[in-house]
Every structure is written in C-alpha cells, then in structure tokens.
C-alpha cells in the first residue's frame, strides 16, 4: 500500500527567496485566497468541491480567458468576475457544452474575454460557487520560465548543486563521478559482449525518476531548449532568455543561460559516441544506467552500483547528429570553437549511421532502466538531415531530406520515437534553409494544417485539450505540451491569432482547467502535484528529502493505468482521470527531461511580451461541394482559386472535418489526412496557380450522423475567404 498523501498545500506559485542573487525572471509572491462572498467560500480540497476550473496561475491579459464549469444544467448559468475583495468586475452566463468524453462529465463554459484589467486573487463565481484565485498579469509566465528551466539545473549529474541557486532543501553533493560510494560515470564499462574498453561518459541531466542517461530523450529536450532560443530570437525576445536570466552556475559568461543549460547535456551526448579507432566508430552508446534499477528513495551521490554501457543504436547516433548540427548553427555567434566540436560530430554520426541504418535497440533491454526501443528510424534520419541542411546547406542533405517519405507526409505528433516533426519545424522556420521556396511553403502549410486539427480537436471538447479521448496514454501531458507547440510555430509562421490562442489555452489545461481540477506543474496551483515519482525529490517516502522543485512537470492522466498504484486508485477512471499525485505511480506521475523541455518551451512563448501580428491578406478562395452522397458515404470536389496578384508555384491545401469524416482516396491532388486535419497537395501538372486561377480536385470519405462542411481552409498556411 503507498504512504498518504502529504496534506502539504503548495502555493498558487512559486516564491523561492535567493539570497543575494538579484534575477530578471524573479519569483512572484503569494496571494492569499479571497473568496467573493462567505457563501461562495470553498471548504475542502477535492476536485469536486472546485466545479469550476481554471487556470490556476493566471490568464494574459491579451491571451484567452476561459474557464469549464462542471455542471449537469440545461440551460446557462450566471457567472461574475470578482477581484479579491470581492467585488465585481464582468458578469455573464455560462454556454452549455453537454458531455465531455474524456472526462465523462458534463461541462459549461465560460469566456471572459472581455474583461480587460488586471489584478491579483481574482475569482470566478458560478452558481454560487467560487473558482480557485488566480491573476490576471502580462507577467504572469516569468517565474515559470524560469522555474521549468530549473528543473534541469537540478537534474545535472556530475555537478554540486548549489544552494545559493536551487535553495537549500535542493543542494547536494555531485553524484556519479566515481567518488565512493559511486562507481561510474568517469569511467564506465559496456555491458558483457557490446565493448571492451571503459568511457568517460560524465555529465548530461538524469533522465527522469531514475537516474539513468538516454540520448534518444537527451537527444529531443536539448532539441527543444535550443529551438525555444532560436523561435525567441526569430521574434526578437531573446533578451528574455539570455544571459544571466536564469538560476545556472554559468550565468554571467556572455552566453544565453539556456545555451548554457542545454551545453550540459550536448557535453554528455559529445562523450557517448564511440572515439575512432574502435569498431562502430561515430555511433553513439544508446544509454547508461546502473546494472539494477535504482532504489527508491536514493540520492545520487549515494548510488553505490556498478553503471553500464549499452549497445550503440541508430537512433541515438542520429539524435546525436540532429543535436550536433543544431548546436554547430546556434553556439557559433558565442562559443566558435564549441560549434566547430559539434558540428565534427554530427558529421561523424551521420556517417556512421549511414553505414549502420538498421541497429535498433531492443524492448528486452529493460533492467535497470528503460529499454528506449525504436524500430523504425526513418523518421530520425530525415531529422537530422534537416538539422544538417539547415545548418551547412550542402546537397547531400538536402537530397537526404527530399528523398524521405517525411518530407511531404502530413505533420505527425512528436515524441522521442517520433522526431521528423522537429525536422519540419527547422526547415520551416531556420532563415534561408537551402530548400526551393515553393517547398518551405509547402512545410509550413503541412504545419498549419496540423495545427488546424489540434483546434478542431479542442473545439469539440470540454476542456479544450489538443489531444482526443483516446489519446491519454502515458506522458499525455507531453503529448498536449508538443501540440501546443505546434500551434505556436503556426502562429509564428501565419500570425494568425488563433494558434497563440490555441497554445495558451493548452497550457491552462495543464495548469488546472482539466478533469481533476489539477496543476500538473509542482509549485504552481492551489491543487498542483507534489509528490512526482523521483529517486532523491522524494519527501512522500522520506521526510528528510524535499518535493519536487516548483517547475516541475508530471506526466499527466495515462488511461492504460501501468503500474500498481493506479491499477490499485484508478480502475474504472475516465482517461482525463486516470491520475493520482503518488511518487509509486510511475506511469501518471513521473517526471521527464523531454517532458519538462516542452513546459519550458511553452512557459517562454507565453511570458514573451508581444505585439499581436496582423494575419496575412486573403489571397485564395475555396468552394467546396458535395457532388453525391449515400448512407455512409460521398465525394466532394473543392477549388481553390489565386485571388492574389502573384503567381502560387506549388500549393498545398489544408482544413479540418467539424465530423468524423474521414478520406478514402482522392484525384488531382496528393491528399493526406491526420486524425480531422487535411492536408491536400498539388499534383505537379497543377501546381501553378497564376492570379485568377484556379485548381480542382475530388475526394471520396465515409462518414456517420451528419456531414457538416469545413469552415476554414489555408492555402500553404495562410487562411482562404
């Protein structure tokens, strides 16, 4: 049986005190609760007594302002703003949603939009009862920015951590450089049979709960913290993230403190690939962990057992050349020789993946850490392809990129097994990436249709989450973090308000407007998670170890309930439900790098501060028509005509079904659907539209109940009248 739960509550957000040390993304303070009336005034912490569901931080004042209300009403309900001292500032009713799958509840909505001011300990009133406080702040993502990035500082091996920066329940001793009583990571044999040498293979960020090191999950969070540099430099916000703005040893060295953060880990990765001279050289080991699994609760400096190498793997040779390659285009304005090493790897490990394509690494491969497996990598060689062109612009990889059936697939949801997505972020948004133009178009118009899908998705929901009902499988936190990414990159490419609008919302899920009335971010949220599943924040098993840090990000509901203390708490959950804030439930509520990576890419586009770019001009129009339908089925053909005054060369054509619709086969056009996201691209012969032209094409679909029409279309990105 798992120990109680502690009845700790954190609060609304993190105010860690750092003595001496003065930062730009500082912590806020605590607001205490101010229900609006004694009536209104929650008495009890269960996630009923909270029917109606918020973001718990906050809202933006220019961002969308919704909430769910939990309620089996038929008709609307009245609801009211009210700031902390209770009065009130924007009323309204609610609209009645009816039942949300993923849930299983039945839910209204609200939308205060309206309302324009700002404050602190705001409340949101309906039916006499009373949300969880919350602010209305433009700074209300700095402490998160900051926070979520933290999370990784704590995670180093091979380094103190030191108080002055993490808080003293936090600082502890190195862990894993070979002082007794550990036994690795400065000089690590391979397991029985893979090598015959040891490797200096210190350094990187423990992976999650357990202290084990994965490149292929290195590989997409170093990923990821440089991207979220990169897209905030495109916007001119990477003074935000720059030096000296977060809570690392390195800050003040001239380098933005989150390159400095992802070098840690790019280090590690560098010292996994195989040196020259021994067989496979260029490969990369595909992890390291201890022979056992670590026991809980364990500290790293207290790890006594023996540490392995296991076998190289494609996939993580290839992450290491992704990663290499991007370090090699974004490290060179502040460390030339550091890019110059990166960029030797990456090219090393392209090489020898080319020579080694098929070398998986086996689902057996699971005692003492996770096994990573991967069997297919295609996926992961067009990524690094695209890292590769987008930073040397040579055709050997431009026609490695080409030639991948990923380079004109719909745009697929991205995971560490599934890495071609953040090859198409790259290649859409990386100034002068050595592509036709007609083709970056063509990318970034498959990356709007996707981002179309998730707001259909969202749309049809409760709880507007960009993940369907069945999509609550373990890490579906990350799953709704990677999406909402999505959402922002097509907001980057179009300007087009509702993919910012989209993301935001998708963090307020995550924040507490959710089945369970939850922060699934430690440290912020009347009701947030505190007792992660780790090895050393493990307070719940040991009251001598702290929480886990505010910042970080849990895994979130998994409805196939996969270890024993969900299967014991949570048989018969909805899967927006299947959750429970225990460090033994490792399948809801573990923590990850690659997961928090997602938080922190996040949490930075949200705290930028920015002027709301204006969409670009129409320039197409779209009918779509219902040429014959029958029980079950139909065809439809739909033109698109150039209303602009320039010539389209290439198009791809994107929308979202409002029903389940769902394509069969299609003429004229190349057409591709990802759950309700199309995408339809030209056939070649048609691909030229002059101003005034236009482009047919047909499809056949099946559908059940009714066949409403599409209502948004988006010609390679840009909306369509």
């Not at 905030?232 to 989150?258: K, Y």
């Not at 886990?548 to 024993?564: H, N, T, Y």
Request: aromatic residues 8%.
């Amino acid at each position: 049986m798992p120990p109680a739960l502690s009845d700790r509550r954190p609060p609304r957000r993190a105010a860690a005190v750092l003595t001496g040390l003065a930062l730009a993304a500082g912590a806020l303070t605590a607001t205490a609760f101010a229900p609006a009336t004694a009536a209104a005034a929650p008495t009890a912490t269960t996630a009923a007594d909270f029917p109606v569901r918020v973001n718990q931080l906050g809202y933006l004042p220019d961002g969308p302002k919704r909430a769910t209300v939990v309620s089996s009403a038929t008709a609307p309900l009245a609801w009211q703003l009210r700031d902390a001292s209770g009065a009130q500032v924007a009323a309204g009713t609610t609209a009645v949603h009816g039942a949300d799958q993923a849930s299983g509840q039945s839910t209204h909505l609200v939308d205060f939009g309206a309302y324009t001011g700002t404050g602190t300990g705001l409340t949101l009133v309906v039916d006499g009862r009373a949300s969880h406080p919350f602010d209305v702040s433009a700074s209300l993502y700095d402490g998160l920015r900051a926070d979520s990035m933290s999370f990784f500082y704590q995670q180093r091996s091979g380094i103190a951590i030191d108080a002055a920066l993490a808080g003293s329940a936090y600082a502890r001793p190195a862990g894993h450089l070979g002082v007794a009583p550990n036994q690795g990571d400065t000089g690590v044999p391979c397991q029985t049979g893979v090598c015959d040498y040891r490797s200096d293979v210190r350094g990187g960020w423990y992976d999650a709960g357990d202290q084990g090191k994965y490149v292929v999950n290195g590989g997409i969070a170093t990923w990821e913290l440089v991207n979220s540099f990169e897209r905030a430099h495109r916007s001119g916000g990477d003074a935000a993230v720059g030096d000296s703005t977060l809570r690392v040893p390195e800050r003040g060295n001239g380098v933005p403190d989150v390159l400095d953060e992802a070098r840690w880990e790019l280090e590690f990765l560098m010292r996994m690939q195989v040196p020259a001279g021994r067989p496979t050289a260029g490969m990369a080991f595909h992890k390291l962990h201890d022979a056992q699994w670590t026991g809980l609760p364990t500290r790293p400096e207290l790890d006594d057992q023996p540490r392995e190498l296991h076998k190289p793997s494609t996939a993580a040779t290839l992450n290491l050349a992704a990663t290499g390659a991007q370090c090699a285009r974004v490290y060179a304005p502040y460390d030339a020789a550091f890019a110059a090493r990166c960029l030797d790897a990456a090219r090393r490990a392209w090489t020898a993946a080319r020579a080694n394509p098929a070398v998986l690494a086996p689902a057996t491969d699971n005692t003492g850490g996770g096994a990573y497996e991967d069997a297919d990598v295609s996926d992961e060689f067009y990524w690094a392809a695209a890292e590769l062109l987008a930073t040397t612009g040579e055709s050997q990889y431009r026609d490695a990129v080409t030639s991948s059936p990923h380079h004109s697939r719909p745009v697929d949801a991205f995971w560490w097994g599934g890495t071609a997505t953040l090859g198409r972020i790259t290649l859409a948004t990386v100034p002068g990436v050595a592509l036709p133009a007609d083709d970056v178009t063509r990318l970034r118009g498959l990356l709007t249709s996707a981002a179309d899908g998730s707001l259909s998705t969202m749309a049809g929901q409760g709880y507007a989450v960009p993940i369907p009902a069945d999509g609550y499988v373990w890490g579906s936190n990350s799953s709704v973090a990677n999406n909402a990414m999505v959402l922002a990159v097509a907001y980057e490419l179009t300007g087009a308000p509702r993919y910012r609008t989209g993301a935001l919302e998708a963090m307020d899920y995550l924040l507490g407007r959710n089945a369970l009335d939850r922060s699934y971010v430690s440290g912020y949220g009347e009701r947030a998670s505190e007792n992660e599943h780790h090895r050393f924040w493990a307070h719940q098993n040991d009251a001598a170890l702290p929480h886990p840090p505010a910042g970080s990000f849990a895994g979130g509901p998994d409805s196939a309930l996969e270890d024993p203390v969900a299967k014991a708490q949570l048989t018969g959950c909805a899967p927006a439900a299947c959750y429970v804030d225990d460090i033994g439930s490792y399948s809801t509520n573990e923590v990850a790098i690659n997961w928090n990576a997602s938080l922190a890419w996040l949490a930075a586009f949200a705290a930028e501060r920015r002027t709301v770019p204006t969409p670009p001009a129409a320039s197409c129009a779209v009918a779509y028509r219902v040429d014959s339908a029958w029980s079950g089925g139909f065809t439809a053909t739909v033109t698109v005509r150039n209303t602009g005054t320039a010539t389209v060369s290439g198009w791809t054509l994107g929308w979202s079904f409002p029903g389940d619709q769902r394509i069969s086969n299609g003429w004229n056009a190349a057409v591709a659907q990802s759950g309700s996201a199309v995408s339809a691209r030209d056939s070649g012969w048609n691909g030229t539209l002059a101003a005034g032209a236009s482009a047919s094409f047909g499809f056949q679909a099946t559908y059940s109940g009714a066949n409403p029409t599409p209502s948004r279309f988006t010609l390679n990105g840009a909306d369509c009248a």
